[in-house]
């Protein structure tokens, strides 16, 4: 049965609908300085290469909204940035300056994973509203952070997992959860890419377009090479979370939301470098196991360096049941019987990329609406920061399995690891003096 909906599509606030595993509500305290529903929203975009300029189109674009600030370390991607916007924003490259705008209501944060959580941190305490990218943090510990400025704070914090905002996964959500393929039990996501070898990295000269040392942040310390900026630096420990953390992230946290589970009790990761020998640090390869309380699973297959696809799909999720399957993805969602026969199906009108590094395209733009009728009437939020926090842990929990070759045993109710000193010791990790967030 062919059910494309576009028509309900186009007239549903997406946020309206948005179904969430736990509900978002703005305290009084933040009620009291939400903007009024027709107030223009002045953005601040920080980071300008790869998502970022999704974001920054998607902020242009918006309903009442105005780009006052744009923000980046390295001085050459502003003239780009500046042509997408018809304002004249400045142009900054220290998000300390940025917070002291009085003319920025909202950040959105595209750096590199070890700046998400302290720039979120930096505006939330400033009294900015705040949009993300994920993951969510570089270490479990500054998740936890984060949700405890989020709940001191009252600001609006939403997570760039976009399809979270897509009608047709909105809609299969609610299909699950009313039973089209009965009780649901196991949830499996993939990612498959064709990425080449990065090389041997090359100590040189910091360029002169580039802060370095402003790039580093709150990273320990570390000589300039030529293979890390603007990249490649997603598969080192010091700075990138890898792939599960990456790409990964996407589709677990659409299992998650529809398996109706939070933090697992046991994680176990095999996988390893396979593909290339080079100065990758993380893992091109890498199966990823969870088990939940009530009996329900997920997996994670990530393969950064073989393009092979599953259901002609480069990424995507299913979700098995006792009644059927549904297969989701960006594009849309198929939901089968127990004889594989469609029963269900929807396309997304507004697609987005799957593989390339911007993934950009309409999500993006649902998601900022989200956002930005959150901050104006209170909309509950399709990502908010806490379901964002339990996704990007449960990666950052595989990648600490694989790192330590064993299983994971998981206090649920917190995704504390149990038993293992040594595990535990990743929870946090080392800050450059001076750079550690204050909480």
């Known amino acids: 049965m062919k059910n494309t909906r576009r028509k309900f599509i186009k007239k549903t606030i997406i946020g309206s609908a948005g179904l969430s595993l736990s509900s978002f509500a703005l305290n009084a305290k933040s009620y009291s300085q939400i903007l009024g529903s027709n107030e223009r929203i002045h953005f601040a975009v920080i980071g300008l290469n790869g998502r970022g300029k999704a974001l920054l189109n998607a902020a242009a674009k918006a309903e009442n909204t105005a780009i006052s600030c744009l923000?980046?370390?390295?001085?050459?991607?502003?003239?780009?940035s500046?042509?997408?916007?018809?304002?004249?924003?400045?142009?900054?490259?220290?998000?300390?300056q940025v917070l002291e705008q009085e003319d920025v209501d909202a950040v959105a944060i595209a750096s590199p994973d070890h700046w998400h959580t302290p720039m979120a941190i930096l505006a939330a305490q400033a009294g900015k509203q705040v949009y993300v990218e994920?993951?969510?943090?570089?270490?479990?510990?500054?998740?936890?952070?984060?949700?405890?400025?989020?709940?001191?704070?009252?600001?609006?914090?939403?997570?760039?997992?976009?399809?979270?905002s897509a009608p047709t996964s909105i809609e299969v959500v609610n299909e699950i959860r009313n039973g089209i393929i009965g009780e649901v039990y196991l949830g499996k996501a993939w990612y498959s890419n064709n990425r080449g070898p990065i090389g041997m990295g090359q100590k040189v000269a910091i360029p002169d377009w580039l802060?370095?040392?402003?790039?580093?942040?709150?990273?320990?310390?570390?000589?300039?090479?030529?293979?890390?900026?603007?990249?490649?630096?997603?598969?080192?420990?010091?700075?990138?979370?890898?792939?599960?953390?990456?790409?990964?992230l996407h589709e677990l946290d659409i299992c998650r939301?529809?398996?109706?589970?939070?933090?697992?009790?046991?994680?176990?990761?095999?996988?390893?470098?396979?593909?290339?020998?080079?100065d990758w640090e993380f893992y091109d390869t890498q199966i990823v196991s969870y088990e939940f309380p009530g009996n329900k699973m997920m997996s994670w297959e990530g393969k950064s360096c073989n393009p092979f696809q599953f259901y002609n799909r480069g990424r995507g999720a299913t979700i098995h049941g006792t009644k059927g399957t549904a297969l989701i993805d960006r594009n849309g969602y198929i939901i089968y019987d127990m004889e594989g026969k469609v029963i269900s199906s929807s396309e997304e009108s507004e697609t987005s990329a799957t593989l390339n590094t911007v993934g950009a395209g309409g999500l993006d733009d649902y998601h900022m609406a989200n956002f930005l009728n959150a901050i104006r009437r209170g909309e509950k939020l399709n990502a908010p920061i806490m379901q964002g926090v339990v996704s990007t842990t449960i990666c950052h929990l595989g990648n600490i399995s694989q790192k330590l070759g064993r299983t994971l045993n998981i206090d649920s109710t917190t995704g504390k690891i149990m038993g293992d000193g040594e595990a535990m010791l990743m929870w946090g990790r080392e800050y450059e003096p001076g750079w550690k967030p204050e909480i």
């Open 134 to 164: 994920k993951p969510a943090s570089h270490n479990p510990q500054e998740g936890d952070w984060l949700v405890e400025v989020q709940n001191k704070t009252g600001k609006v914090i939403q997570l760039g997992t976009q399809q979270r």
């Open 211 to 248: 802060n370095w040392e402003l790039w580093q942040g709150p990273a320990p310390r570390r000589d300039y090479q030529d293979i890390w900026v603007h990249y490649n630096w997603h598969w080192f420990w010091d700075w990138g979370t890898g792939e599960v953390n990456n790409n990964g």
């Open 82 to 96: 500046l042509d997408i916007t018809k304002d004249r924003p400045k142009t900054l490259e220290d998000i300390r």
């Open 71 to 80: 923000c980046d370390v390295d001085s050459r991607v502003f003239k780009e």
């Open 257 to 278: 939301w529809a398996l109706d589970v939070d933090y697992p009790v046991k994680v176990t990761s095999s996988g390893g470098r396979f593909h290339y020998d080079d």
